[in-house]
């Protein structure tokens, strides 16, 4: 008999996180078991989720999304589910998207995804699916070829077993784009969004050409660093990965130069750390690692800045003051 159970990965998003639980346990489809990872909350989350009778919980350090899913999946599998619904804490599926997600006739290796729509105007394709801008012009049932894990995906149990987990120590920002292509391309899996299942999720809001804070952005770490494995599981060859990822440090750089309007020359710099981790699989670095470096970084020059001016530490002095 198949069984099917819904995974989410939460950290620090109580109340998105019930949104999300109530939601799933609305759907016209009853799930089997509903996961949550709790990727060790310090907002309450714990206590409010040994207090839900009717989900199974594990709670672990902080390791990310990719750590999480990575221990979501893992533990569905090993438990004998069939079919493995996925998903991040700050999105809801739409009270029949498991019925339809379910619906279509087709390869159960298909990797299938629900239509991810801002949940605000629960119209707009939160990201490109491909001429599509909103769901009201979509003229088919089956969108071939697209699917943006982990919003509503669903992975049958026959993908895992070939293909494995994520990648766990990636962290966050490319994890679940990594594991994406590793399915389609490396495996040579089939994916498609089935467009009367709905997933609602906040509007993409960052984007690297907006100026961002370089002593407390640690996330562009991730980003930069994680790029590489992307390329190298979604290019047949390790020669194609590098020479992409070249290229997209170049176009990176370009994109400081000319976006950025705040530390420039620091960013431009500090894109050689990840890339030098990327290149030798270093994956040491964590978000309270990066936030020390990049506050010494500013510590050192404050201290560059008082030597070469030492009457500018009197004027910050007033300045705070006043």
């Given amino acids: 008999m198949e069984k099917v159970i819904a995974v989410v990965v939460t950290y620090n998003r109580k109340t998105l996180l019930s949104e999300c639980i109530t939601a799933l346990r609305n759907q016209t489809k009853k799930l089997d078991a509903i996961l949550v990872v ?13 207090s839900q009778q009717d989900l199974f919980t594990v709670t672990q350090k902080n390791v990310g999304s990719s750590g999480g899913f990575n221990t979501a999946i893992n533990w569905a599998y090993k438990q004998g589910y069939t079919w493995i619904w996925c998903m991040d804490d700050d999105g809801y ?14 390869d159960m290796l298909c990797l299938r995804n629900c239509a991810v729509l801002n949940k605000e105007d629960k119209k707009t394709f939160v990201w ?31 993908i895992v077993e070939r293909v494995g987990l994520p ?4 962290f966050l920002w490319g994890d679940e784009t990594e594991y994406y292509w590793r399915i ?16 609602y999720h906040p509007a993409a ?12 952005t640690w996330k562009m770490y991730f980003y930069v660093r994680n ?58 670095a964590t978000p309270q690692t990066i936030l020390t470096r990049l506050s010494s970084a500013s510590i050192i020059s404050n201290i560059s800045s008082v030597a070469t001016n030492p009457f500018s530490i009197f004027r910050k002095v007033k300045t705070a003051n006043a």
């Fill in 128 to 158: 490109k699916t491909k001429q599509y801008a909103t769901i009201d012009t979509v003229d088919c049932k089956i969108i071939k070829g697209i699917g943006h894990p982990f919003n509503g995906t669903m992975l049958n149990r026959n």
């Fill in 93 to 106: 599926p739409k009270e029949d998207a498991l019925e339809k997600i379910l619906e279509p006739e087709m």
């Fill in 205 to 216: 809001g960052f984007t690297f050409k907006n100026d961002w804070n370089y002593y407390t």
């Fill in 227 to 284: 790029r590489f494995h992307i390329h190298k599981a979604k290019y047949n060859y390790k020669l194609t990965a590098f020479i992409n990822y070249c290229c997209f440090l170049i176009a990176m750089a370009g994109v400081i130069m000319v976006y950025q309007k705040t530390d420039r020359f620091k960013k431009l710099g500090f894109i050689f750390w990840p890339a030098a981790d990327a290149f030798s699989n270093n994956y040491q």
């Fill in 38 to 50: 709790n990727n060790g909350s310090t907002d309450g989350t714990e206590p409010w989720l040994l």
């Fill in 167 to 170: 990648k766990s120590k990636l």
């Fill in 184 to 199: 389609v391309k490396g495996n040579n899996i089939p994916v498609c969004t089935i467009t009367d299942s709905i997933h």
